[in-house]
């Protein structure tokens, strides 16, 4: 590799010695942690997701097959609120990397995650004191209206 360094008050034609130090950084960054959600949840209540990192953080968050492609990644620099209305059933893809200060990626995680505030689950083996989630559905029908 050549180096040229130029200094001033030294002529082009006078030789001048140089040590030089650098690193060469190629190690990919840790993928980022995350908190507020677990791949494969599912939700009856909007979700607050956070996600950290020492590094830069980039994500996309989708709603289906056919905005996958679409949908572009943003810088991530406040936690991203996920909201599903009354009565309505979304499922969820975040995907997410980091990007060090050499240019080097993290490789891309993808959760998927559900929002169902459509549904009541009710179940033999539930029980009345549950949250009528689909993990903790109640006992009764009479419960559940």
Do not use: C, W
Request: overall charge negative; cysteine-free; hydrophobic content about 30%.
């Amino acid at each position: 590799m050549n180096v040229k360094e130029f200094m001033e008050n030294v002529s082009v034609f006078e030789k001048h010695d140089s040590n030089f130090s650098f690193i060469i950084d190629k190690s990919k960054p840790n993928i980022p942690e995350v908190q507020g959600i677990v791949h494969d949840g599912f939700y009856q209540n909007n979700r607050l997701i956070e996600l950290n990192s020492k590094e830069m953080v980039y994500y996309k968050v989708s709603t289906g097959i056919n905005t996958l492609n679409s949908v572009e990644y943003k810088l991530y620099n406040q936690p991203i609120e996920i909201s599903v209305n009354e009565g309505r059933y979304k499922q969820f893809e975040l995907e997410f990397y980091s990007k060090d200060s050499a240019g080097n990626l993290s490789e891309v995680k993808i959760m998927e995650f559900t929002i169902d505030k459509a549904n009541i689950y009710v179940s033999e083996k539930g029980r009345d004191s549950n949250d009528g989630t689909r993990f903790k559905p109640f006992r009764t029908i009479e419960r559940a209206l």
